[in-house]
T-cell receptor, first 110, second 111 residues
Framework: DGGITQSPKYLFRKEGQNVTLSCEQNLNHDAMYWYRQDPGQGLRLIYYSQIVNDFQKGDIAEGYSVSREKKESFPLTVTSAQKNPTAFYLC?????????FGPGTRLTVL | DQQVKQNSPSLSVQEGRISILNCDYTNSMFDYFLWYKKYPAEGPTFLISISSIKDKNEDGRFTVFLNKSAKHLSLHIVPSQPGDSAVYFCAATDSNYQLIWGAGTKLIIKP
């Protein structure tokens, strides 16, 4: 079954802790993306990667870090430097213009 | 500055009628446009797209119209069904692998 998986679905962390969100795809897509969605708002791009071992900052990269060591995987780390980390995080991948999304991870900072 | 705008935060339509969702853009370099549908707490699902060389693309109940001179596109859903209730996002790209997203329109289908 081809697709994009994100785990976990719900994640809780204490303030001041780093946390890593997982994103895996078996669609053989070159490009992968991380977005954040806040209530009543659209999608905001955090980071994207067009190829293995390369990634670029999006519009709201501060307080986040990523890695792209494998084509299939694009984990996102939310660091303690991120001021408002509570949000719904979406991972996507694409081969050209159309992006396909995972189910999302809801991160809540307590 | 928002390059892709969805000016209606919400839209309410009677079941069976036509739903029309609108989207405006400012960047004339955009050459590919997409509509996504999103349910709460789920990832967006790709719905339909259109290239700038076309003015219409149809897929079942969904039709997207593009007016390049007005920098405007619209998504028509006919007939509207209860399962169409969701947030609809318009997105555009100039083929640099990035999508520019609108803020979304919440569509409510009334029984």
């Amino acid at each position: 079954d081809g697709g994009i998986t994100q785990s976990p679905k719900y994640l809780f962390r204490k303030e001041g802790q780093n946390v890593t969100l997982s994103c895996e795809q078996n669609l053989n897509h070159d490009a992968m993306y991380w977005y954040r969605q806040d209530p009543g708002q659209g999608l905001r791009l955090i980071y994207y990667s067009q190829i293995v071992n390369d990634f670029q900052k999006g519009d709201i990269a501060e307080g986040y870090s990523v890695s792209r060591e494998k084509k299939e995987s694009f984990p996102l780390t939310v660091t303690s430097a991120q001021k408002n980390p509570t949000a719904f995080y979406l991972c996507a991948s694409s081969d050209r213009d159309t992006q396909y999304f995972g189910p999302g991870t809801r991160l809540t900072v307590l | 500055d928002q390059q892709v705008k969805q000016n209606s935060p919400s839209l309410s339509v009677q079941e069976g009628r036509i739903s029309i969702l609108n989207c405006d853009y400012t960047n004339s370099m955009f050459d590919y446009f997409l509509w996504y549908k999103k349910y709460p707490a789920e990832g967006p699902t790709f719905l339909i797209s259109i290239s700038s060389i076309k003015d219409k693309n149809e897929d079942g109940r969904f039709t997207v119209f593009l007016n390049k001179s007005a920098k405007h596109l619209s998504l028509h859903i006919v007939p509207s069904q209860p399962g169409d209730s969701a947030v609809y996002f318009c997105a555009a790209t100039d083929s640099n692998y990035q999508l520019i997203w609108g803020a979304g329109t919440k569509l409510i289908i009334k029984p």
